[in-house]
């Protein structure tokens, strides 16, 4: 059905796969109110072809096209926005502190 973001070839495929992984992002967010928590090249298949989807309507004044070309995989750490998870479950940041 498709394969890993980082078997994309040319700049322009990559650019899209990516804003249609944003897109995915934001329509699970706005849509069903919850957070992926792991957005990562990994978890971004690109599709071998379209497939048409929803927009969310927050984005349909600047997209265009209803083509989906890739999606995000790997849910299952995504969090309800409202969960008392949300700002305690992980930390801001993976930098260490330096003394």
């Known amino acids: 059905m498709g394969h890993p973001l980082d078997e994309t070839l040319g700049p322009q495929k990559l650019a899209r796969a990516l804003q249609h992984a944003a897109m995915g992002h934001c329509a699970l967010f706005t849509q069903g109110h919850y957070l992926h928590r792991d957005v990562s090249n990994g978890n971004i298949i690109v599709l071998d072809e379209p497939v048409t989807r929803r927009i969310p309507d927050l984005l ?17 750490m995504a969090k309800r926005w409202s969960s008392a998870e949300q700002s305690s479950h992980r930390s801001v940041s993976s930098c260490p502190s330096r003394l």
């Open 60 to 76: 349909t004044p600047v997209i265009q096209s209803q083509d989906c070309v890739a999606f995000l995989i790997d849910g299952d």
